[in-house]
C-alpha cells in the first residue's frame, strides 16, 4: 500500500458580506431646541422656512412653566432620529489534508495540515450628526463618534498530529498524544506562533481523563487599531484640580473614598503643591495663561463653582502587540458504565482550566489614565508634565478654566489576565417508552453546562497593578445553561434557560465593592426553539424572551434610585421578545 493512500484533501473557499443599520430614536437636536427656546414664549408659533424645501414650525411651543400639551409640529421640530450603517466583508480561502502517517505498536499516526488565507474588512459611518467633526448640531445625551475604514488579513500554515501511545494495556485501554502547531501573518507586520500539546488517557470503556498545555496568541483586531477618535462618557473620576468637598474630604481622610490621598487638591495631601503645579503645567500646554480660573485661585478651584467634568476620547492604536495566552486543563469525560434504559445514554464532563493572559488589550478608563498621571500609583513621583509613561499628555484641559476636556484612552497592551475555574456539563436522553409512555413517541433530552468562576485576575490601575474581579461585574462566579428537549420523528422542540448568579460593582481604581450602589441581580434569561425536516428542507423557529420579560434597574444609588452607574441591568434582555426563522436545503 501507498502511505498516502488513505489520504483525502479539501479546498474551502468563501466570500461574505454584511450591512447593519443602527437607528437611534427618541433624541433631541440641540440646535433646534436651543432655537426655539429663545424664541418669545419659548417658540409659540414659530415657523422658519430657511430654503431647500426644508420647513420648522411649533404651535404649543416649549415652555418649561406651562402645563400644556406639546402639539405634534413641535416635537418634530426637535426630534433627531439619526442612522449609523456598517459593513462587513469576508474573504476566505483555505486548503487541508489529512490521513495516515504510520504504524505503532498502539495504532495510527494520524496527521492534518493545512494552509488559509483571510481578509476582514470592516466600514463604520455614523450619521453626520453624531460625527466628531460636524459642530453646527448635536443631540442630547450623544457624543461624538469616529468612522471606521480599514482590513485585516492573514496568512497562515498549521498542523496537527495524533499519536497512540498505549493500547489494550491492564489500566490503559488507551493512551494518545495530540500536537498542534500554527504559523500566523498579519498584513500589520506581526508574526504569531502558536502551539499545544494534549495527552488523553482511558483507563477503562467508560472513563477518560485529558488535560494539557495550549500556548496562543490572539492579534489584535481592526476596531483596536484602526478606531478613530471616538468619545466615551464611562470611567471618569474625580479631577485631581478641583479641591474635594468637605464631605468627599473627610471620606477620603477616613478610608472610604476610593480617590488617592496623592490626586487631592489639599493640604491633607503632602504633594498638593506638586498637584497644583501639574495642573498649572497641564493648562498652560492647553493655551492657558495665569488668567485661568484654577491658576486665580488654586485652593478653591471647582469648589464654589462647579467645574465641567471631562469626555473620554477612545482611539485605536497600530502598534499594539498580539496577547500571549497560556492555558492549561485538566478533566474527566465520565459515560454512564449502567446499561439500565434510563441511565444508559447518560454522560457528564468536568474540567479544571487555568488561562494566563500577558499584555492583554484593553481600553483604560479615562480616570485611571488621570490618576495615573497624578501619581496614584507611583507612576510620577515628580507630578511631572512629562511623566515617564506619557499619562499626562493624554490630558487636555480648557485652557480658560482649566478642567479637563478630554481624556485620551487608545487600546494599550496592559498588566495580565489569570482566570481559573471549572467547568461541567451533564447530558441524558431516553425514549418516552422507556420512561412509562409506551404510546407517546420520540426522545426526552436534557443538557445542563455550567461554569464556575473562581479567579479573574486582572489590572485595575494604568500601571498594571492586579485585583480578583471573580463575582464583581460581568465576571459572574457562576453561570448555567440547561437545555430541555423533545424529538420525534423529524421534529424537534426545545426550551433553553440560562442563569447567571448576582454580581457587585467594583470601587473604581481600587479592591472591593461600591456599597452605595444596588448589585446586579440574578439573571434568568428563556428561549424555545421548534424545527422539522419536510423532504430535503430543514426549517427552525427561535423565539428569544417569549414573555417579553423587561430589563431591570440596577447598579441606582441606594440613597437616590435616579441616580448611580445605569438605569437597566445589562445582563437581562434589552430587546425584547424576538423570533427568527433558518431555513436550509440539502442538495
Not at 104 to 125: C, D, F, H, Q, W
Request: aromatic residues 10%; negative net charge; charged residues 20%.
Amino acid at each position: 500500500d501507498l502511505p498516502f493512500s488513505d489520504w483525502t484533501w479539501e479546498v474551502y473557499t468563501s466570500q461574505g458580506q454584511g450591512q447593519t443599520n443602527t437607528e437611534f430614536q427618541g433624541f433631541v437636536s440641540m440646535y433646534n431646541y436651543r432655537l426655539l427656546m429663545s424664541q418669545p414664549n419659548y417658540g409659540m408659533g414659530y415657523s422658519a422656512s430657511p430654503g431647500s424645501a426644508k420647513l420648522l414650525s411649533c404651535t404649543s411651543g416649549l415652555s418649561p412653566f406651562d402645563n400644556v400639551p406639546i402639539s405634534q409640529d413641535c416635537i418634530d421640530a426637535v426630534a433627531s432620529n439619526q442612522m449609523d450603517r456598517s459593513g462587513t466583508n469576508q474573504r476566505v480561502h483555505e486548503f487541508s489534508v489529512q490521513g495516515h502517517v504510520v504504524d505503532l505498536p498502539a495504532g495510527e499516526v494520524r496527521t492534518a495540515l493545512g494552509v488559509s488565507y483571510r481578509k476582514n474588512s470592516y466600514e463604520y459611518k455614523p450619521d453626520s450628526l453624531r460625527e466628531r467633526d460636524y459642530v453646527n448640531d448635536t443631540s442630547a445625551g450623544q457624543f461624538g463618534i469616529g468612522e471606521i475604514d480599514a482590513s485585516l488579513s492573514v496568512k497562515e500554515v498549521y498542523g496537527e498530529l495524533l499519536i497512540p501511545l498505549l493500547r489494550d494495556l491492564p489500566g490503559v485501554q488507551s493512551l494518545e498524544l495530540e500536537l498542534g502547531g500554527r504559523y500566523s501573518k498579519y498584513s500589520t507586520g506581526q508574526k504569531v506562533p502558536t502551539w499545544k500539546a494534549l495527552m488523553s488517557w482511558q483507563p477503562v470503556r467508560w472513563i477518560r481523563a485529558r488535560g494539557g498545555y495550549n500556548r496562543a496568541e490572539r492579534a489584535p483586531n481592526i476596531a483596536e487599531l484602526y478606531t478613530r477618535d471616538s468619545a466615551n462618557a464611562s470611567g471618569s473620576a474625580s479631577d485631581p484640580c478641583v479641591v474635594p468637598s468637605t464631605n468627599a474630604l473627610n471620606a477620603i481622610i477616613n478610608g472610604t473614598s476610593s480617590t488617592p490621598l496623592a490626586t487631592v487638591n489639599d493640604p491633607v495631601n503632602p504633594d498638593y503643591l506638586k498637584v497644583q503645579a501639574l495642573c498649572a503645567a497641564q493648562i498652560a500646554a492647553a493655551g492657558g495663561g495665569a488668567n485661568s480660573e484654577f491658576n486665580l485661585d488654586p485652593n478653591n478651584f471647582g469648589r464654589t463653582t462647579p467645574v465641567a467634568s471631562g469626555i473620554t476620547i477612545v482611539s485605536g492604536n497600530p502598534d499594539l502587540e498580539s496577547e500571549k495566552g497560556q492555558t492549561w486543563t485538566v478533566g474527566l469525560v465520565i459515560n454512564s458504565p449502567f446499561t439500565h434504559p434510563l441511565l444508559a445514554r447518560m454522560s457528564s464532563t468536568i474540567d479544571w482550566y487555568e488561562a494566563r493572559i500577558d499584555d492583554p488589550i484593553e481600553i483604560p478608563a479615562g480616570g485611571i489614565i488621570t490618576w495615573a498621571c497624578f501619581n496614584a500609583y507611583g507612576d510620577n513621583p515628580n507630578y511631572d508634565l512629562d511623566d515617564p509613561n506619557g499619562y499626562c499628555s493624554q490630558i487636555e484641559r480648557d485652557p480658560a478654566v482649566g478642567n479637563i476636556r478630554f481624556t485620551k484612552t487608545p487600546y494599550l497592551n496592559r498588566g495580565k489576565l489569570v482566570m481559573r475555574g471549572m467547568d461541567a456539563s451533564l447530558n441524558w436522553s431516553a425514549s418516552m417508552a422507556d420512561l412509562g409512555l409506551p404510546s407517546a413517541p420520540g426522545r426526552l433530552s436534557i443538557g445542563i453546562n455550567a461554569n464556575f468562576l473562581f479567579d479573574q485576575i486582572q489590572a485595575v490601575s494604568a500601571g498594571g497593578n492586579t485585583r480578583d474581579y471573580a463575582g464583581i461585574g460581568g465576571a459572574a462566579d457562576f453561570r448555567s445553561s440547561t437545555n430541555v428537549g423533545y424529538s420525534w420523528g423529524a421534529n424537534r422542540v426545545s426550551v433553553n434557560w440560562q442563569y447567571r448568579s448576582g454580581t457587585c460593582i467594583a470601587r473604581f481604581g481600587a479592591l472591593g465593592c461600591d456599597t452605595s450602589v444596588s448589585r446586579y441581580p440574578v439573571t434568568n434569561t428563556f428561549s424555545v426553539t421548534g424545527g422539522t425536516r419536510i423532504g430535503s428542507v430543514n426549517a427552525s423557529v427561535s423565539v428569544s424572551n417569549p414573555l417579553n420579560k423587561k430589563p431591570r434597574v440596577a447598579t441606582y444609588d441606594w440613597d437616590n434610585p435616579y441616580e448611580g452607574y445605569g438605569t437597566f441591568n445589562p445582563f437581562d434582555d434589552l430587546t425584547g421578545r424576538r423570533w427568527s426563522l433558518n431555513l436550509s436545503v440539502d442538495f
